[in-house]
């Protein structure tokens, strides 16, 4: 099967990928959506005619979030909702809160090279908040998935995929030295094989689910590494750049039943079998069925 492509690249802003789209009706979560890249996702979806919900640890953050995208669209659909990734009781709760079908669900919320930090239940933060949240709050809302009849996930995932794959025997650094850039690389590579997973499953549900890697941006994401610094600067892009792979995989039509893909700046990658400097393409490992499965079976023992 050939790969899919479009007409844009890294250059390309979200408002200009989500041109001729209209949302009205539709119904969108996006998470950690108080700065960077989850905010101008929900910005240009509710620019778009979309029922935004902002679903976020900081309600008051959200709060401003949301009268800055009212302002800037003139939408008065944005709403904003507490959801804390680390906190299974503030799942529960969002999720209980949520009546009706959701067409769009984007999982950006994340934190990287985070000092080593566990979870009640023992779990390794970056794990439990880029994944285990996002996996259990995708189950949580399944029916509501479901019920649209045409609903996309977006799992917004990194080129960081490549510092590591699932190390399954010790997911939670039981055994190995903590490693910040190796559990952010895991955490991200399990946003990969949460798409894969949530396709090969949910697709006869009516929901599409694809990985979306980011090009380089400067956001409160690097703060752990002293910002971004170390990025090349000819490498960087704008956040409205940034944003773009997100809300393609969340409207373009031609993605409306191809799933399971990495979407690289707008494009569907390569398979690699080599790490390179560039992080460019998508390991094997982060695309292998068999390693998706393992990862959605473990996830719901670890939930359970």
Known sequence: ?????????????AMEVAEGCDLSGKRVVVTGATSGLGEETARVLAAKGADVTLAVRDVDAGAQVAA?????????????????????????????????????????????????????????LQFAINHLGHFELSLGLHRALAAAQGARIVSVTSGAHMWSPVVFDDIHYVFRPYDTHQGYGQSKTANVLFAVGAQARWAGDGITTNAARPPAVITGLQRHIGGGGRIPKDSLRTIAQGAATSVLAAVAPELATAGGLYIDRCQEAEVVFRANSDRNGVAFYAVDPGNAERLWEESLRMLA
């Open 68 to 124: 800055r995208i009212a302002e800037s669209t003139g939408s008065r659909q944005i709403r904003v909702a507490r959801l804390d990734l680390a906190d299974r009781g503030s799942i529960a709760a969002f999720v209980a809160d949520w009546t009706g079908p959701l067409h769009v669900l984007v999982a950006n919320a994340g934190v990287m090279a985070v000092p080593e930090t566990r979870t009640p239940e023992g779990w390794e």
């Open 1 to 13: 099967m050939a790969r899919f492509t479009t007409r844009f690249d890294d250059q390309a802003t």
